[in-house]
């Protein structure tokens, strides 16, 4: 508890602010907690994602459509087409770490034992 | 001398001076400013000397430079692997307190893997992808650089889950000790997380999610993890930071483990949606369904050493995820270390370096010559 007498120091400007704070951030804390593990906040959070990303979507695909169009006009590569060559780059880049593998293994000094061909 | 006692003065009630009230609002309007520079800026984190050895995509594996003389060194090497959808630098968080620091200084050929943040080509990257197309990649390279055959991997979050069922699914490929710390692996008891309870409900649907957005935003994903507690996450947080903002060592740490959470990343939407239905929902791990490019997570195939820290007060992943699979796996040297703290805590912690890092030094030590 806070004495009353310490309620507000006026060398310490925030320190009634602390005091309310103290007194009631504990309470706070559990009630938000328990309020977001209830049924009822995953329903409503659940449903409000779900109606965003629905009534986003025709928008989202218009403006996608629109860029596109855009692009192709101006001879740029769209997104579709970059994502398409960072995809064969990837694929690549797995050729090429297959290849180092193989030339780590057949550089590889023969171990103790092993017959030389 | 008289009798008579020494009359004393009065002590006259203390009113503050005009000038001492100017000095403490000039005080609380510096600290004011030192705040606002703390929340918005980075702190250098991440500082300790590393190599990159390797790299396929978006990821890269680093090999922290030596610190002991390789006759000091551990035989050993350790590969540490965080989640996807944050930067592991909370692994070397700054320097005097570094997990990789740490560990150097303990003679570990250590390495790192960061997955890198996902671009939209992406998108369908799975956990088959992580755990049989990279991680094994990952492997073969970290043998060669280290010259050693056997390694030890420790797996943080959905590092640990990509760790456990490539534990599983590649037994033989010279894993020796496993370290798993707050892995998300039994979804048996819905009502266990709010992760848990949200995902799990009817109303939720990821397919949804990936398929609208692609690459789930990373401010999705930080957002969901800090309404587990808002309070502590929203205020709490930055209220700890006012209360010591006159302590430059406090403000350091808040500012390094800030300068990480502000640090968010994609979660390529193929593992969103997979981490979703076949983890959260369905549990196929625990229930042994799980199938990655067709071959079946079999965790009785689990045979390295196994150290499974779980935190207590872990609200991200609370330790009845972690603590099904100790009766699964088939690893005959096997423990389990319970740690006070929460989900990051553990290892980024004040107290992580006198609780949590010298037992998991303590018990690779004992299994890494």
Redesign the interface.
Known sequence: MTNPEEQFN?????GIL?SV?DAN?DA??KM??NL??S?A???S???M??AW??S??PF?KAVESSMSQTMAGLNLPT?DD???I??RL?NI??RL?DIE?KL?ESLQPPKPGDQGS | MSDQPTPVAETPPQVPMFSDMCSAWHRVAENWDRFNRVVTTDAKIAQTPKEQVWALNKAKLYRFIPTVPETERKRIPLLMVFAIMNRPHVLDLRPGHSFAEYMLQRGYDLYLLDWGAPGPEDKNLTFDDYTLEYLPRIVRKLKHVSGCSEFSMLGWCLGALISTMYAALRPDDGLKNLILLTAPLDFSDKSAGGFTRWSSHSAFNADTIVQKLGNVPGEMIDTGAKMLKPVENFFGSYMMLWDNIEKPGAVDAWHAMNTWVRDIIPMAGGAYQQLINDFYKENRLMEGTMALRGETVDLHKLRANLLNVIAEADHITPPCQSEGIMNVVGSEDKEVLRVRGGHIGIMAGRGAEKNTWPHIEGWLAARSD
């Not at chain 1, 006026?10 to 925030?14: A, F, I, Q, S």
Request: glycine letters at 2%; zero cysteines; charged letters at 30%.
């Open positions: 006026p060398l310490d400007p925030t602390k704070r951030m706070w804390a938000m907690v977001v593990q049924e906040y995953a329903e959070t659940a449903a994602l779900d990303l629905t986003s979507g989202q997104r970059m994502t398409r960072a995809e990837t880049e797995m770490d593998a780590d």
